[in-house]
Protein backbone atom coordinates (compact mmCIF):
# COMPACT_ATOMS: atom_id res chain seq x y z
CA UNK A 1 0.00 0.00 0.00
CA UNK A 2 2.02 2.68 -0.89
CA UNK A 3 1.43 6.25 -0.38
CA UNK A 4 3.45 9.67 -0.74
CA UNK A 5 3.45 11.73 -4.03
CA UNK A 6 4.99 10.17 -6.89
CA UNK A 7 7.05 11.98 -9.67
CA UNK A 8 4.43 13.38 -11.78
CA UNK A 9 2.84 14.85 -8.42
CA UNK A 10 6.08 16.75 -7.68
CA UNK A 11 6.54 18.05 -11.23
CA UNK A 12 2.67 19.08 -11.00
CA UNK A 13 3.55 20.51 -7.64
CA UNK A 14 6.84 22.38 -8.86
CA UNK A 15 5.19 23.64 -12.25
CA UNK A 16 1.76 25.52 -9.84
CA UNK A 17 4.25 26.76 -7.81
CA UNK A 18 6.85 28.49 -10.34
CA UNK A 19 4.14 29.79 -12.12
CA UNK A 20 2.46 31.69 -9.21
CA UNK A 21 5.74 32.85 -7.85
CA UNK A 22 6.68 34.37 -11.45
CA UNK A 23 3.21 36.17 -10.91
CA UNK A 24 3.95 37.08 -7.85
CA UNK A 25 7.57 38.55 -9.00
CA UNK A 26 5.75 40.03 -11.58
CA UNK A 27 2.85 42.02 -10.34
CA UNK A 28 3.76 42.22 -6.62
CA UNK A 29 7.83 42.59 -6.51
CA UNK A 30 8.62 44.47 -10.09
CA UNK A 31 6.74 47.22 -9.54
CA UNK A 32 8.13 48.23 -6.61
CA UNK A 33 11.71 47.36 -7.72
CA UNK A 34 11.36 49.72 -10.48
CA UNK A 35 12.77 52.89 -8.57
CA UNK A 36 16.32 51.70 -8.77
CA UNK A 37 19.32 53.46 -8.47
CA UNK A 38 21.07 55.42 -11.45
CA UNK A 39 23.27 53.46 -13.20
CA UNK A 40 26.03 55.60 -15.53
CA UNK A 41 27.06 54.85 -19.03
CA UNK A 42 30.46 56.30 -18.77
CA UNK A 43 30.97 55.28 -22.74
CA UNK A 44 28.88 57.90 -23.42
CA UNK A 45 30.53 61.31 -24.23
CA UNK A 46 27.15 62.90 -23.04
CA UNK A 47 27.29 62.10 -19.37
CA UNK A 48 23.75 63.80 -18.49
CA UNK A 49 22.08 61.64 -21.75
CA UNK A 50 23.96 58.93 -20.28
CA UNK A 51 22.23 57.81 -17.32
CA UNK A 52 19.42 54.95 -17.26
CA UNK A 53 17.71 53.36 -14.45
CA UNK A 54 18.57 49.46 -13.88
CA UNK A 55 15.74 47.16 -14.63
CA UNK A 56 14.80 44.92 -12.68
CA UNK A 57 15.43 40.79 -13.34
CA UNK A 58 12.70 39.01 -15.46
CA UNK A 59 9.72 37.87 -13.48
CA UNK A 60 10.78 34.71 -15.12
CA UNK A 61 14.26 34.03 -13.85
CA UNK A 62 12.76 35.61 -10.14
CA UNK A 63 9.90 33.05 -10.09
CA UNK A 64 12.69 30.06 -11.62
CA UNK A 65 15.04 30.92 -8.92
CA UNK A 66 12.27 30.64 -6.02
CA UNK A 67 11.02 27.33 -6.85
CA UNK A 68 14.64 26.25 -6.75
CA UNK A 69 15.19 28.03 -3.38
CA UNK A 70 11.90 26.32 -2.20
CA UNK A 71 12.72 22.52 -4.28
CA UNK A 72 15.93 22.42 -2.21
CA UNK A 73 15.70 24.28 1.10
CA UNK A 74 12.34 22.09 1.13
CA UNK A 75 14.32 18.75 -0.04
CA UNK A 76 17.04 18.98 2.89
CA UNK A 77 14.61 20.31 5.66
CA UNK A 78 11.59 18.32 4.88
CA UNK A 79 14.46 14.84 4.70
CA UNK A 80 16.17 15.75 7.22
CA UNK A 81 14.65 17.85 9.94
CA UNK A 82 11.03 17.83 9.77
CA UNK A 83 11.09 14.04 9.19
CA UNK A 84 13.30 13.08 11.74
CA UNK A 85 11.27 14.84 13.89
CA UNK A 86 7.79 14.80 13.11
CA UNK A 87 8.19 11.07 13.02
CA UNK A 88 8.49 10.74 16.57
CA UNK A 89 4.94 12.56 17.22
CA UNK A 90 2.03 11.12 16.72
CA UNK A 91 0.36 11.49 13.67
CA UNK A 92 -2.68 14.07 14.29
CA UNK A 93 -3.72 17.74 13.54
CA UNK A 94 -1.51 18.94 15.78
CA UNK A 95 1.51 17.28 14.48
CA UNK A 96 0.61 19.37 11.18
CA UNK A 97 0.03 22.81 12.69
CA UNK A 98 3.85 22.09 14.46
CA UNK A 99 4.72 20.96 10.89
CA UNK A 100 3.56 24.55 9.35
CA UNK A 101 4.50 26.38 11.98
CA UNK A 102 8.20 25.47 12.20
CA UNK A 103 7.76 26.47 7.54
CA UNK A 104 7.14 30.12 9.13
CA UNK A 105 11.23 30.99 10.13
CA UNK A 106 12.29 28.86 6.79
CA UNK A 107 10.10 30.73 4.42
CA UNK A 108 11.29 34.14 5.88
CA UNK A 109 14.42 33.62 5.35
CA UNK A 110 13.77 31.71 2.04
CA UNK A 111 11.98 34.92 0.72
CA UNK A 112 14.21 37.56 2.31
CA UNK A 113 17.03 35.31 0.13
CA UNK A 114 15.81 35.77 -3.14
CA UNK A 115 14.91 39.91 -2.35
CA UNK A 116 18.61 39.81 -1.83
CA UNK A 117 19.79 37.60 -4.60
CA UNK A 118 17.80 39.19 -7.19
CA UNK A 119 17.08 42.45 -5.89
CA UNK A 120 19.52 43.14 -4.21
CA UNK A 121 20.14 46.42 -6.52
CA UNK A 122 17.05 47.74 -6.00
CA UNK A 123 16.38 49.90 -2.58
CA UNK A 124 13.04 48.48 -1.40
CA UNK A 125 11.63 50.56 2.08
CA UNK A 126 12.22 48.44 5.58
CA UNK A 127 8.06 48.13 5.21
CA UNK A 128 7.96 47.51 1.52
CA UNK A 129 10.39 44.47 2.02
CA UNK A 130 8.80 43.26 5.41
CA UNK A 131 5.39 43.87 3.24
CA UNK A 132 6.61 41.51 0.60
CA UNK A 133 8.11 38.76 1.81
CA UNK A 134 4.20 38.34 4.16
CA UNK A 135 2.49 38.78 1.64
CA UNK A 136 5.18 36.21 -0.30
CA UNK A 137 4.77 33.70 2.91
CA UNK A 138 1.43 33.45 2.51
CA UNK A 139 1.84 32.80 -1.36
CA UNK A 140 3.58 29.85 -0.57
CA UNK A 141 1.47 28.27 1.99
CA UNK A 142 -1.59 29.26 -0.39
CA UNK A 143 0.30 26.73 -2.71
CA UNK A 144 0.78 24.30 -0.04
CA UNK A 145 -3.21 24.09 0.26
CA UNK A 146 -3.44 23.75 -3.46
CA UNK A 147 -0.83 21.64 -3.86
CA UNK A 148 -2.30 19.16 -1.00
CA UNK A 149 -5.69 18.96 -2.65
CA UNK A 150 -4.60 19.14 -5.91
CA UNK A 151 -2.30 15.94 -4.94
CA UNK A 152 -5.56 14.09 -3.98
CA UNK A 153 -7.26 14.01 -7.53
CA UNK A 154 -4.26 14.59 -10.13
CA UNK A 155 -2.77 11.39 -11.55
CA UNK A 156 0.61 11.10 -9.68
CA UNK A 157 -0.47 12.65 -6.77
CA UNK A 158 -1.07 10.93 -3.32
CA UNK A 159 -2.30 8.06 -3.94
CA UNK A 160 -3.53 5.22 -1.29
CA UNK A 161 -5.32 1.98 -1.81
Same mark, same amino acid.
Given at each position: ?20 ? &? ?10 A ?8 Y ?28 V ?21 Q? &? ?39 L ?26
Amino acid at each position: MPAGPAPGGFAYFAIAKFIRY &TAFCRWMIEPRAIASVPVCDYSSTHFADSTAFADPPSAFHAGAARTVIGVLVGSVVGLSIFSGLLDRLPSNQT &TTLIFFALLVPIRILEWRFLLWWMYREFPFSPGTRGRLVTLGILTSFALDAIGILAALVIPGGIWIC
